[in-house]
């Protein structure tokens, strides 16, 4: 595979991961749809490909993709961005010392409070989005595990005040970037180890695969992670592969129209007299608007808000809505509503979500790439009948 990483982002999300075949000329990888191959003799395989969990092209194509444009060393990928990082908590022992986000995806929350404290991690939740916070990092910190922007609340982490404190304790720092995707922000270049996607999101962004990533930053890391990933058997399917390739390959200029839009809605919510809080790191108004300049190239895809009303009435607007689907996940070409508190982090204890700020009538939105004065007049029509 030729080296493209000179190219523009646009360009190598293009052509990140494969090139064409010699003996066909395929501008795509084949979908190897096969979970073996023969060998010329026992123990003897072909190109060393023994078994489709170990070895599978078109796997590999995406891997690779995925680590170009992050800025790593290897790309892995998985079922879903939670076998992603479950398979990365694999690589630890009991008694490491995990310290993450108290905002963070529901998921990832009963992830490490229903299972990995089960096997002996031991999990701090903090604020990371305070620069204070990286003063009094403790000493035993194994891993520093982040979300930037953060989910639901589009909290930013300061990634250098955060990878600099966690070095310097010797701890590794892992980024869940799926919110703004390589597009808008590459942790790895910032001295992040490692970086997590759900690629089910903005990666393959069609909604219609599941699907995760974790991409390392030096080569040393890459060794430990395959051998869990193949282990565990945390892969990704090669159909599920080449549909997130396919997806890929038009990540930029889908960033582009979702970051667009976003500022429209935004704007419009802003501005409404019945809208009492908006959220979007693109907006001045955001608290950590400069750091957003700073570290992203725009503000995203994603939108809360809350509107002078009752839970109640709020889900009754998030029923209204025509365009924007009552539904979870993110990231696809479509726009997706959703409330936080009763369903992506229903996981996460009622008292735990006032503290941070996922009120009941949090509202989160996935703004897509439809016309954008369309999207405004959806929401519109629905706030109006509040």
């Not at 790309?75 to 990365?88: D, K, Q, Y």
Request: aromatic content about 8%; proline content about 6%; hydrophobic content about 40%.
């Amino acid at each position: 595979m030729s080296d493209s990483s000179e190219h523009g982002f646009g360009t190598q999300a293009v052509h990140a991961g494969w090139e064409p075949e010699e003996k066909t000329g395929a501008v795509m990888p084949p979908i190897y749809m096969t979970s073996t191959y023969v060998q010329d003799a026992p123990g003897v395989p072909r190109e060393g490909f023994e078994y489709s969990r170990t070895q599978n092209i078109t796997r590999f194509a995406l891997q690779d993709a995925l680590s170009q444009l992050e800025g790593g060393a290897a790309g892995f990928t998985f079922t879903s961005g939670m076998a992603a990082i479950t398979t990365l908590l694999l690589t630890l022992k009991p008694g490491d010392r995990i310290v993450a986000g108290d905002d963070l995806y529901g998921g990832t929350y009963r992830l490490f409070t229903k299972i990995g404290a089960r096997f002996g991690l031991v999990f701090d939740f903090v604020d990371t989005s305070d620069p204070a916070t990286f003063d009094n990092l403790p000493e035993d910190t194994r891993l520093l595990y982040l979300e930037t922007p953060s989910n639901p609340l589009l909290k930013l982490v300061p990634l250098d005040i955060a990878i600099a404190a966690a070095h310097r304790v010797g701890a590794e720092v892992s980024v869940d970037n799926t919110f703004a995707t390589p597009a808008l922000q590459q942790p790895l270049k910032m001295g992040a180890d490692y970086v997590i996607h759900s690629t089910t999101k903005y990666i393959a962004g069609h909604s219609d695969v599941v699907g995760g990533a974790l991409i390392v930053r030096e080569e040393k890391l890459k060794e430990d992670i395959w051998f869990h990933q193949n282990s565990a058997g945390t892969v990704n399917s090669p159909f599920d592969a080449f549909l997130t390739l396919r997806g890929l390959r038009t990540l930029e200029i889908r960033m582009e129209r979702h970051c667009k839009n976003a500022m429209q809605v935004a704007t419009y919510l802003e501005a409404h007299p019945k809208v009492s809080k908006v959220i979007y790191p693109g907006l001045p108004s955001h608290p950590q608007y400069n750091l957003a300049q700073r570290q992203m190239s725009s503000g995203g895809g994603m939108v809360c808000f809350e509107v002078d009303a009752t839970p109640k009435q709020a889900a009754q607007l998030v029923s209204d809505l025509k365009i924007f689907a009552l539904a979870e996940s993110l990231g696809g070409v479509e726009s997706l509503v959703e409330l936080p508190a009763p369903m992506t982090h229903a996981s996460i204890p009622p008292e735990m979500r006032a503290a941070i700020g996922i009120t009941d009538g949090l509202v989160r939105l996935s703004v897509g790439i439809e016309n954008g004065d369309d999207l405004v007049a959806d929401l519109e029509a629905a706030i109006a009948k509040i």
